[in-house]
């Protein structure tokens, strides 16, 4: 079992930044991947970015360029840090861990509000 506890989440203007941070709590040293996924009003939740317990990292097309995510192994919390926010970045964001297979944990999300 793997607890996921976000922070950071809020309103913020169009062009500003904010820094979401999930900590994991648990059988942490089985996790394989931590990432983000945003679901916004009517819209499917959608991954925006993902690291595996290797370094790798994979963005949503619309994220490259403006959002970073990092892994603390010592303190098993993935962060993202997100720039240059537009109104459509508008949503709740869940921190993910897989552990492979059905194994897989969510967070009970963050919002995030872009406007102005």
């Known amino acids: 079992q793997v607890q996921l506890v976000e922070s950071g989440g809020g309103l913020v203007q169009p062009g500003g930044s904010l820094r979401l941070s999930c900590a994991a709590s648990?059988?942490?040293?089985?996790?394989?991947?931590m990432g983000w996924y945003r679901q916004a009003p009517g819209i499917q939740r959608e991954l925006v970015a993902a690291?595996?317990?290797?370094?790798?990292?994979d963005y949503a097309d619309s994220m490259k360029g403006r959002f970073t995510i990092s892994r603390d192994k010592a303190r098993n919390t993935v962060y993202l840090q997100m720039n240059s926010l537009k109104p459509e970045d508008t949503g709740v964001y869940y921190c993910?861990?897989?552990?492979?297979?059905?194994?897989?944990?969510w967070g009970q999300g963050t919002q995030v509000t872009v406007s102005s």
């Open positions: 993910h861990a897989s552990l492979g297979g059905a194994r897989q944990y």
């Open positions: 648990g059988s942490t040293f089985n996790i394989w991947t």
């Open positions: 690291i595996t317990s290797g370094g790798s990292r």
